[in-house]
Every structure is written in structure tokens, then in C-alpha cells.
């Protein structure tokens, strides 16, 4: 049996991935999405709401094999059962690099990987001390969470320090509180994420992907991303140093997902993901493009560790090329209606539209790659074709024209007058 930590976002269809090759499953769930895990019929549940010591007696009474995160959340914990278990799992020494931004910069170093400048601020002075060392822009971010959570590119000592204010000692999309701040040095340059699944130390990419990337207002917000056709010599470089940062971060086993810079000076790492690309990423689309899905592939690592180590010899040569909108709705309020979307299926190379929110729903507007307002995928031979048509759909975006969203009223609170104070004597 293997047991998902924290099956969300992309990981639901990891369980179903595991289960479409007759492969026994169950999920595990921190306390923290007891209710999630209470609604949860698709497996076997076990909260993990005991000590560690209770999860790994539970885990061996049920003879568990793999022990693979299914969600960021479930990262860290997913790595400490398999270790308490003695079951395959990434390397344990840099267990923490891969979840901290700062110590992961630092194995890269350890290693001989070329990356950003950075550091680690706790106070304004620390923060002040960093940027004349660093220099600006510089982007400052909480040193553990994911999607893009309170990260923004400050041009100015003023919105660095401000931005530090904001977000540092408050919790982060990962549960966890800015106890530590980030601080990185600006990449310029082309954008890529690179997924993969590993197995005993040897990589399989899945995909190669630009991404397109705006700031508003210093906000980094992906719009979409195209995958490579082909590997030219700079996705080729990419690529390599990608599978570098692994090894140097000990990820031997399971996916992964790495945001790389492609700078003047070659290729730096943002950072890497020790789990499944999110967020909900449905397989459909990947499959028209790939062949197969990262979670497929993960799940066939597990299942038929033969068939997956056959695939290291294979050159990257996906047969389609595919892109992916994660839609912004740039007001809130209440949606009434989805007028852009007879569009946007017309568009040439058009999959696939998941996750749009109901009409009738609260609608809010987000910076964050959460995939919340829905993801839009095309899958179409030619890169310029998924490209205008991706562009296109941007242009619906900006102008308002595929959402049409009502503002929610505001409700008065209403005043109720407090009782009169009762009238005697009141004593005995």
C-alpha cells in the first residue's frame, strides 16, 4: 500500500493515478484539513492528529511500501514517516534545504551550483544590511510557503522595508509563520519550470515549459506557460543545471518542480518543489501533449520501477505542444455570468477549460497562482498557434470580456440599543 500525505491540489489525481493501475492507497491528512480528510471517500483516512510516533505504528500495521507527498503541505512530513519507516526517500541531510529557500540556496553552493545572491532577515537592519550587499531590485518573499505566497520584487529600499513590515511574523499560505524573511537577488531573464520524477537517483523530465510572467505593482503574476517543443541549446543548459540543483538538493525519488531563471550568466535557480507541479492540474490535457502526466509517471515509478527506468534513456521529444492559463478576474464580487467563454473555446488548439468558478459564486481577485478563477489549457502541434491563442485569451482577461462580475453589496451592520438598566433597589 502507498500512502499519500496531504493528497490536494494536483495530488487528488496522484491517488487516482495509483489507483487506475490497481495500486492500494491511503490518505493521510494533518490536523489542519480534518475536515477535508472527514469528506474524503476515495481511500482509506488516517488524521494525523497523534505524535509521529502513532502515524508510523498505524503506517506499519498496514504494511505501507511508499510514503510520497501529495501536496506541498505534505512534504516534510511525508519525508520523516519514510525515514522513521526505513523506506525509499529523498536524502535526509538536506531534507530541510528543500523546503527552506535560504538553506536551499545554500546546498547549491555546497555543491558547486552557481546561483543568486541571498540572505536571511529577521529585522529591518538585517533587511538594510542585505540590500547594500545585494543591491536592488532584489525580491523579497517568506523563506517557506509556495504559490507566489507574499513574494514581491521590490525596485527601492522603501518598498523592500515596507514589504518586510507587511508580511514578516504572519502565517503563510504553508500554515507556517515569517518568522524569516528572503531575501534574493533579481534574476532578469526567461523564465522556465522544469518537472520531473526521479527514481534511485536517475531523472525523467516531464516537461520543459516558458513561463510568462507580468508584475503588477511588484506583484509577480504567471499568466501562463507554453511547453518546449524541442530542447535548444539554452533549454538543453536549463535543462542540466535543473538536474544538478536535484542531486545537490539529494532528490533521488519521487517529482519534483523547479522554477529557473535564464540570465546573462546562464541559468540560476529560483527554487525547487519536492512534489507535484500545482495546483490542480488535470492529466487530460498532458496526455494530449505528452503522452502522459507527471503524476502518471510518478505513479508508474512506483508501480513498475522497470518500465519507469526505461524511460531515463528516452530523448525529450513531446509529440504536441501545450499551454496553460491560469485565468485572472481582475474585479470581486459575484459572478453572473461567463461571456468570454463560448470564445475562448473557439480559440484554435483549445483543450480544455477546469476549475472556472459557478456562476452565482463569490468571485475574488487574486494575485496568487492558486488556480482559483480556473486554468485554460490548449494543445495544438505548432507553438504559435497555442501562443496567439493564449494571448488572446489574456487580451479577454484585461478587458473584462470573459467574466462578468456584479460587486457584492455591503452590508450595514444593524445597531441593536442596548437594555435599559432595571430600575429598585436590587438588594436583599
Known amino acids: 500500500m502507498i500512502a499519500l500525505v496531504d493528497p490536494l491540489s494536483s495530488g487528488v489525481f496522484l491517488s487516482s493515478a495509483l489507483r487506475e493501475r490497481g495500486q492500494e492507497c491511503m490518505h493521510l491528512y494533518g490536523k489542519r484539513f480534518s475536515r477535508t480528510a472527514r469528506s474524503d471517500a476515495s481511500a482509506p483516512v488516517l488524521i494525523m492528529s497523534g505524535t509521529t510516533a502513532d502515524t508510523v505504528a498505524a503506517l506499519r500495521d498496514r504494511d505501507i511500501r511508499h510514503v510520497v507527498p501529495g501536496s506541498e503541505f505534505g512534504v516534510a512530513a511525508a519525508h520523516d514517516l519514510a525515514a522513521a519507516l526505513n523506506l525509499p526517500r529523498n536524502e535526509d541531510g538536506t531534507a530541510a534545504a528543500r523546503r527552506d529557500k535560504a538553506l536551499m540556496g545554500e546546498a547549491l553552493r555546497r555543491a558547486g551550483m552557481p546561483g543568486a545572491g541571498q540572505a536571511t532577515v529577521e529585522t529591518v537592519d538585517d533587511l538594510t544590511g542585505a540590500l547594500r550587499r545585494l543591491g536592488l531590485p532584489v525580491v523579497v518573499k517568506p523563506s517557506q510557503s509556495s504559490g507566489s505566497d507574499g513574494c514581491r520584487v521590490c525596485w527601492s529600499e522603501t518598498a523592500a522595508v515596507t514589504h518586510f513590515r507587511d508580511i514578516h511574523r504572519r502565517m503563510n499560505l504553508v500554515g507556517l509563520p515569517n518568522d524569516r524573511i528572503f531575501v534574493q537577488e533579481y534574476l532578469p531573464g526567461e523564465q522556465y519550470v522544469v518537472t520531473t520524477v526521479s527514481l534511485d537517483g536517475r531523472h525523467v523530465v516531464c516537461e520543459v515549459a516558458r513561463n510568462v510572467i507580468e508584475e503588477l505593482d511588484g506583484l509577480p503574476v504567471r499568466r501562463y506557460n507554453v511547453s518546449c517543443p524541442t530542447l535548444g541549446a539554452a533549454e538543453r543548459d536549463v535543462v542540466s543545471y535543473t538536474l544538478g540543483c536535484l542531486d545537490a538538493l539529494g532528490i533521488r525519488h519521487g517529482a519534483a518542480n523547479a522554477d529557473v531563471r535564464l540570465t546573462g550568466d546562464g541559468p540560476r535557480l529560483v527554487e525547487v518543489n519536492a512534489r507535484i507541479l500545482g495546483p490542480v492540474l488535470h492529466p487530460d490535457p498532458y496526455f494530449a501533449a505528452f503522452g502522459g502526466s507527471q503524476q502518471h509517471l510518478l505513479a508508474e515509478s512506483l508501480d513498475d520501477p522497470a518500465s519507469f527506468r526505461a524511460r531515463s534513456s528516452l530523448a525529450y521529444a513531446p509529440p504536441q505542444v501545450m499551454g496553460k492559463a491560469f485565468v485572472r478576474c481582475w474585479e470581486s464580487g459575484v459572478l453572473t455570468a461567463v461571456p468570454g467563454l463560448s470564445s475562448v473555446r473557439r480559440l484554435p488548439g483549445f483543450h480544455s477549460a477546469r476549475g472556472l468558478p459557478r456562476v452565482g459564486r463569490a468571485i475574488r481577485q487574486s494575485t496568487l497562482t492558486k488556480g482559483r478563477t480556473g486554468i485554460v489549457y490548449f494543445v495544438h502541434p505548432q507553438e504559435s498557434v497555442v501562443r496567439r491563442s493564449l494571448e488572446a485569451l489574456r487580451e479577454m482577461e484585461d478587458e473584462r470580456t470573459l467574466f ?21 433597589s436590587g438588594g436583599p
Not at 455591503?410 to 429598585?424: C, E, F, I, K
Request: aromatic share 0%; net charge positive; proline share 29%.
Open 404 to 424: 462578468r462580475v456584479t460587486p457584492a453589496p455591503v452590508l450595514t451592520p444593524v445597531l441593536t440599543p442596548a437594555p435599559a438598566p432595571a430600575t429598585g
